[in-house]
């Protein structure tokens, strides 16, 4: 800000933009990580596979560091219509898939850590807000849903997350959650 004014710094557009890829509709950003899902940019021609696409804040602009895919063999649709970054943690929902990809931030890059098999209280992911809703909070991951909000958390041991609280709105999204005490 200058003088308590925001001031546009740059516009960022990934490295193989395609007509329609929606790149940007949904982003997070968590200290110098911003990840950006570009749920209709397509892996062959006139798909919708979709991409999210990872920069690091290097402390003049945002550095363009990994784009990430579905795991090998998984096919999606839309994939990056939601996505949080904490850490070293990546969740990604894809739109009406029911189910949400973790990948972990390793020294050899992103690599897919796991993939969670979304119940019918969440339903699938679809295009309305508070739908794709995915949030990352240390070692807790919130997924929203058409039926409400899942909590999972990490056991260390296990090396996997396991659901641990059931919420019931339609349309929840991280702030509410933190309001009402979620965590």
Request: glycine share 12%; proline share 6%.
């Amino acid at each position: 800000p200058v003088d308590g004014e925001l001031v546009f710094r740059e516009q960022l557009r990934p490295f193989d933009s395609t007509p329609n890829d929606w790149f940007g509709w949904d982003l997070d950003l968590h200290e110098s990580t911003l990840a950006v899902g570009a749920p209709g940019h397509p892996l062959l021609p006139n798909d919708q596979a979709g991409a999210v696409y990872l920069y690091e804040w290097n402390g003049q602009d945002w550095a363009f560091s990994e784009k990430v895919r579905a795991p090998a063999g998984v096919t999606t649709y839309r994939f990056g219509a939601g996505v949080d970054v904490n850490g070293e943690w990546l969740a990604v929902r894809a739109l009406l898939d029911p189910e949400l990809y973790i990948y972990r931030r390793t020294a050899a890059g992103v690599v897919h850590h796991s993939t969670i098999v979304l119940d019918p209280f969440l339903g699938n992911g679809s295009s309305q807000p508070g739908r794709n809703v995915v949030c990352l909070v240390g070692d807790d991951l919130l997924v929203g849903g058409g039926g409400g909000v899942r909590v999972y958390t990490f056991d260390a041991a296990l090396q996997a997350w396991a659901p641990v609280v059931e919420r019931t709105s339609l349309s929840l999204g991280c702030a509410d959650l933190a309001e009402d005490g979620m965590f």
